[in-house]
C-alpha cells in the first residue's frame, strides 16, 4: 500500500522560498520527477517557506485519507491537481474505488489538465504564480 509519507520535497528556487512536494501516486509522477529533476531535495519545508503541493496521479478512496492528512499537514498550501486522474479520476472514472478528483477531498488552487501534463506544464505554473510571490529578492 502506498505509505502516507511518500511525499518528496524540492526547494525550487534554491532558496527556502518556495517548496514543491509531490504527492506522487501513479504514471504522474514521471513528470513531476521530471518538472522538479536538479532542484535540491529537502527532507521537509523549511520554517517560513511557501509550500506547493502537486497531487500527481489517481486517487483511491485507499490513498484518499492520506492525501488529505499530507494537505491538513501544510496549512496554507496551494494545492495543484496534476493531470486528469487527480482532476476526475481520468480513465478509471467510473471505477467504484477512485475518487473523483482530489478536489473532493481538498480545495484545490490549480488544475493541470493532461494525460499527462508536462513537466513544462508543472514548470510554467509555478513560475507565473510563484517566482515573486513571498520573496524577498524578486
Known amino acids: 500500500m502506498w505509505q502516507a509519507g ?3 520535497y524540492y526547494d525550487w528556487f534554491g ?6 512536494g509531490a504527492i ?4 504522474c ?8 529533476a536538479g532542484r535540491p531535495e529537502v527532507a521537509s519545508p523549511p520554517d517560513g517557506a511557501r509550500v506547493l503541493l502537486a497531487v500527481a496521479g489517481t486517487v483511491t478512496d485507499a ?7 499530507i494537505v491538513a499537514a501544510h496549512p496554507g498550501a496551494s494545492i495543484v491537481s496534476f493531470g486528469a486522474c487527480a482532476s476526475a479520476g481520468g480513465p478509471y472514472w467510473d471505477s ?5 478528483g482530489v478536489d473532493q477531498l481538498v480545495p484545490v ?10 513537466p513544462e506544464a508543472l514548470a510554467a505554473l509555478i ?3 510563484y517566482s515573486t510571490a513571498g520573496r524577498t529578492d524578486g
Not at 532558496?15 to 514543491?20: E, H, K, N, Q
Not at 509522477?29 to 522538479?36: I, P
Not at 467504484?96 to 473523483?100: A, D, G, N
Not at 488552487?109 to 508536462?118: A, I, K, N, R
Request: aromatic share 2%; net charge negative; charged share 15%.
Open 6 to 8: 511518500a511525499v518528496r
Open 15 to 20: 532558496d527556502g522560498s518556495l517548496v514543491v
Open 24 to 27: 506522487g501516486l501513479a504514471c
Open 29 to 36: 509522477v514521471v513528470e513531476t520527477d521530471a518538472a522538479t
Open 63 to 69: 490513498v484518499a485519507p492520506a492525501v488529505a492528512r
Open 96 to 100: 467504484p474505488v477512485v475518487t473523483k
Open 109 to 118: 488552487d490549480h488544475y493541470l489538465p493532461g494525460c499527462p501534463p508536462s
Open 127 to 129: 513560475e507565473a504564480h
